[in-house]
Nanobody, 123 residues
Framework: QVQLVESGGGLVQAGGSLRLSCAAS????????MGWYRQAPGKQRELVAH???????NYADSVKGRFTISRDNAKNTVYLQMNSLKPEDTAVYYC?????????????????WGQGTQVTVSS
């Protein structure tokens, strides 16, 4: 089992910054990658940023140049630095951990999720 706890959300004015943190515990050696997703009211969940254990990253086009994902493997923590925030960034942000479960010859991806943290950007 993997447990994820997010923190750092809050209310900020447009143009401001926030840093989200996600601490992982449990069977952390099973984690292949971690990411941040968000879901705004009336919208589908979307991938915001993703990082592998090797440090490779990718971002949604809507946040490129503004958000930065990083990972501290020693602390089992992933961060999302959010700069130049816009009202459209308002959403619940969820931390995700990707694991691979192996049962004999079968490999399956299994995702763990944090409880979510609210980010609200006012205009």
């Amino acid at each position: 089992q993997v447990q994820l706890v997010e923190s750092g959300g809050g209310l900020v004015q447009a143009g401001g910054s926030l840093r989200l943190s996600c601490a992982a515990s449990g069977s952390i050696f099973s984690i292949n990658a971690m990411g941040w997703y968000r879901q705004a009211p009336g919208k589908q969940r979307e991938l915001v940023a993703h990082i592998t254990t090797g440090g490779s990253t990718n971002y949604a086009d809507s946040v490129k140049g503004r958000f930065t994902i990083s990972r501290d493997n020693a602390k089992n923590t992933v961060y999302l630095q959010m700069n130049s925030l816009k009202p459209e960034d308002t959403a619940v942000y969820y931390c995700n951990a990707e694991t691979t479960r192996v049962s004999g010859p079968v490999f399956r991806r299994y995702d763990y999720w944090g409880q979510g943290t609210q980010v609200t950007v006012s205009s």
